[in-house]
């Protein structure tokens, strides 16, 4: 099955670039889906189809995908940003499956 | 407005059955790809089931077998039929949808979640 490798925790300060990475064999080949979670909220799509966005989403969050990783990237971050981001994908390898990424939890210093 | 309704979650006994329900509304459920994803407390998400707009249904392999997504097109909702419950079963299930026309899309609609708990 299809694996998606994500670092538990990224740190940054406010107004500062938060990068999160998704490793994932050949990833630049597939769709790299991000959502954003917060505490006893459900998920929100903040970036779709690698680099695309949402209506609502702030340019701010924006995605590349290439070769063996995915990043989701957060320019100018703030303190509402604080949260759990996980990436996600379809392996169509066999029956289609949904994979998530294990979730990288972000902190605002 | 889209919104999504779980509904159905509760305590259950291992080897116990549950039905889940999420009522759709601002849009058909059956002409998007309908998903449950689930997440155990304290861990990550976890994709469990689609069904797709034609009808063609796929499962993660850890419930294959044991659980049954379906749809109900007059009453515009999705359901997960959970047979044989596990402890490693206990989660929040969210239902998402897809509404990209893609099979290889990307969930825009997620519900409130709703608690499952399989516990003697």
């Known amino acids: 099955s299809y694996v998606l490798t994500q670092p538990p925790s990224v740190s940054v300060a406010p107004g500062q670039t938060a990068r999160i990475t998704c490793g994932g064999n050949n990833i630049g080949s597939k769709s790299v889906h991000w959502y954003q979670q917060k505490p006893g909220q459900a998920p929100v799509l903040v970036v779709y189809?690698?680099?695309d966005r949402p209506s609502g989403i702030p340019e701010r969050f924006s995605g590349s995908n290439s070769g063996n990783t995915a990043t989701l990237t957060i320019s100018r971050v703030e303190a509402g940003d604080e949260a759990d981001y996980y990436c996600?994908?379809?392996?169509?390898?066999?029956?289609?499956?949904?994979?998530f990424g294990g979730g990288t939890k972000l902190t605002v210093l | 407005e889209v919104q999504l309704v779980e509904s159905g979650g509760g305590l259950i006994q291992p080897g116990g059955s549950l039905r889940l329900s999420c009522a759709a509304s601002g849009f058909t459920v059956s002409s998007n790809y309908m998903s449950w994803v689930r997440q155990a407390p304290g861990k990550g998400l976890e994709w469990v089931s689609v069904?797709?707009?034609?009808?063609?249904?796929y499962y993660a392999d850890s419930v294959k077998g044991r659980f049954t997504i379906s749809r109900d097109n007059s009453k515009n909702t999705l359901y997960l039929q959970m047979n044989s419950l596990r402890a490693e079963d206990t989660a929040v299930y969210y239902c998402a949808s897809d509404s990209s026309g893609s099979p290889l899309g990307y969930f825009d609609y997620w519900g409130q979640g709703t608690l499952v708990t399989v516990s003697s």
């Open positions: 189809d690698d680099s």
């Open positions: 996600q994908v379809w392996d169509s390898s066999s029956d289609p499956s949904g994979v």
């Open positions: 069904i797709y707009s034609g009808g063609s249904t």
